[in-house]
């Protein structure tokens, strides 16, 4: 049974999952982590098929990306799958920017490599690490195609209307600053589950999928197409997240820089790492800030409203944009896990034709399910999301096609 491994490459560490091709069943998971440094770190999980989980750690210096797939291969080989049994007939790799070159998975030639090295210069942090990946994965299986997904792919389809930023377009198009969308992967995913399990033809139908993890972004979708959502040129733009600001006036940018004297880095670093739920409470983790806004943290209590009025905020503005709305559907850890926020973010809507079912919303499970009450005009599901699968499935179309 031929099996897709899926990489998400970081800086100093990967992840990555292996899936049977047939039945889209995880092989196995791990994660190679502290690439670099004095002592790394591999962590790989062996599932078998019913669910039963095998677990290896090692301790061991791992010079390189490179270093870390032999490692990978290593564990593998010691605790299986068997490659034999489950060769790998193609690897899928998630890239964060394609900027407006890609606008579907893409197999990786020399050509594909040095255009996403391009795109670093909007993508910094992210592209070179992905890059990196992306070559030592090709080392470790040259033999089979490899295939890069872009968490901007899907959200390809926006209308200029909604990438385009009011500022001097030549100065923009010079430098290709524009709305781009992230997390694109997940919102495609959950968009097609969503209208699955509603039994509906994804082209049927208008979604809001708000994918509220660490990172978290909303997206409208008319009929399987992403035509808003909320991160912009970067993943800094919209919501309130764990680390991340969300929307600011830019002017505050100016006024730290000439007020406060922060350098460029520096407004870079509160932004991006030192704001949001983490700015505003002390606590970046949405668990522990609800945890201690029950306890009568004032803080705490404070990022909670901030982070719900954001989130309507944006509901409303896509119930604007899409005109009609079939569903709204929450996924990642917090909209997957959290019936307080998945409340409070949709109460008092029943003009907007939304009601939540109190029990429903409460009912824990790992599958997808609607919370909305039976007379509810616009169903409200919670849909797990599925990243790695969904890296995996346009990997094989890509290979197949
Ligand atoms: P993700 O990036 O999708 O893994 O989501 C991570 C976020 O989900 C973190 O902020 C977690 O605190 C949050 N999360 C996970 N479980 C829960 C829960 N039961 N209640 C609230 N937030 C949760």
């Given at each position: 049974?031929?099996?897709?491994?899926?990489?998400?490459?970081?800086?100093?560490?990967?992840?990555?999952?292996?899936?049977?091709?047939?039945?889209?069943?995880?092989?196995?998971?791990g994660?190679?982590?502290?690439?670099?440094?004095?002592?790394?770190?591999?962590?790989?999980?062996?599932?078998?098929?019913?669910?039963?989980?095998?677990?290896?750690?090692?301790?061991?210096?791992?010079?390189?990306?490179?270093?870390?797939?032999?490692?990978?291969?290593?564990?593998?080989?010691?605790l299986?799958?068997?490659?034999?049994?489950?060769?790998?007939?193609?690897?899928?790799?998630?890239?964060?920017?394609?900027?407006?070159?890609?606008?579907?998975?893409?197999?990786?030639?020399?050509?594909?490599?040095?255009?996403?090295?391009e795109l670093?210069?909007?993508?910094?942090?992210?592209?070179?690490?992905?890059?990196?990946?992306?070559?030592?994965?090709?080392?470790?299986?040259?033999?089979?195609?490899?295939?890069?997904?872009?968490?901007?792919?899907?959200?390809?389809?926006?209308?200029?209307?909604?990438?385009?930023?009011?500022?001097?377009?030549?100065?923009?198009a010079?430098?290709?600053?524009?709305?781009?969308?992230?997390?694109?992967?997940?919102?495609?995913?959950?968009?097609?589950?969503?209208?699955?399990f509603?039994?509906?033809?994804?082209?049927?139908?208008n979604?809001?999928?708000l994918?509220?993890?660490?990172?978290?972004?909303?997206?409208?979708?008319?009929?399987?197409?992403?035509?808003?959502?909320?991160?912009?040129?970067?993943?800094?733009?919209?919501?309130?997240?764990?680390?991340?600001?969300?929307?600011?006036?830019?002017?505050?940018?100016?006024?730290?820089?000439?007020?406060?004297?922060?350098?460029?880095?520096?407004?870079?670093d509160?932004?991006?790492?030192?704001?949001?739920?983490?700015?505003?409470?002390g606590?970046?983790?949405?668990?522990?800030?609800?945890?201690?806004?029950?306890?009568?943290?004032?803080?705490?209590?404070?990022?909670?409203?901030?982070?719900v009025?954001r989130?309507?905020?944006?509901?409303?503005?896509?119930?604007?944009?899409?005109?009609?709305?079939?569903?709204?559907?929450?996924?990642a850890?917090?909209?997957?896990?959290?019936?307080?926020?998945?409340?409070r973010a949709?109460?008092g809507?029943?003009?907007?034709?939304?009601r939540?079912?109190?029990?429903?919303n409460?009912?824990?499970s790992r599958?997808a399910?609607?919370?909305?009450?039976?007379?509810s005009?616009?169903a409200?599901?919670?849909?797990p999301?599925?990243?790695?699968?969904?890296?995996?499935?346009?990997?094989?179309?890509?290979?197949?096609?």
């Open positions: 049974m031929a099996s897709v491994l899926v990489v998400n490459s970081g800086s100093s560490s990967f992840k990555y999952q292996l899936i049977d091709s047939e039945s889209e069943r995880m092989l196995a998971t994660l190679v982590e502290r690439i670099g440094e004095a002592q790394g770190r591999a962590v790989h999980t062996v599932v078998a098929s019913d669910g039963a989980e095998e677990k290896s750690e090692r301790e061991l210096p791992i010079a390189d990306h490179t270093a870390g797939f032999a490692v990978m291969l290593d564990a593998i080989a010691d299986g799958p068997s490659l034999e049994t489950h060769p790998v007939i193609a690897v899928g790799h998630r890239v964060v920017q394609g900027g407006a070159r890609f606008f579907e998975p893409t197999v990786i030639t020399d050509l594909v490599r040095i255009n996403i090295d670093s210069s909007l993508a910094p942090l992210h592209n070179p690490a992905n890059l990196e990946g992306i070559v030592a994965a090709q080392k470790a299986f040259p033999g089979v195609p490899h295939v890069a997904v872009f968490d901007t792919a899907f959200h390809q389809t926006l209308p200029p209307a909604a990438y385009t930023y009011a500022i001097d377009a030549e100065l923009a010079k430098h290709r600053v524009r709305r781009y969308g992230f997390h694109g992967t997940s919102h495609r995913f959950v968009s097609h589950a969503a209208a699955e509603l039994g509906r033809d994804v082209g049927d139908i979604q809001i999928v994918h509220l993890g660490n990172g978290a972004s909303a997206c409208a979708v008319a009929g399987g197409r992403s035509v808003e959502t909320s991160m912009g040129m970067t993943p800094l733009e919209g919501l309130v997240m764990g680390t991340r600001s969300g929307d600011i006036d830019p002017a505050v940018l100016l006024h730290l820089q000439r007020r406060a004297k922060l350098s460029i880095d520096e407004v870079d509160l932004l991006n790492k030192r704001s949001g739920l983490l700015g505003l409470s606590r970046g983790d949405m668990r522990d800030v609800v945890d201690a806004s029950l306890d009568g943290d004032a803080d705490a209590a404070l990022a909670l409203d901030v982070y009025h989130l309507r905020g944006y509901v409303g503005n896509y119930f604007a944009q899409l005109g009609r709305v079939d569903a709204v559907v929450f996924t850890g917090v909209g997957e896990n959290s019936p307080v926020i998945r409340a949709l109460e809507l029943e003009s907007f034709g939304i939540i079912d109190a029990e429903r409460e009912a824990r599958a399910r609607v919370i909305s009450t039976d007379d005009t616009v409200v599901l919670v849909v999301t599925n990243e790695e699968l969904e890296i995996a499935r346009q990997t094989l179309a890509v290979t197949r096609a």
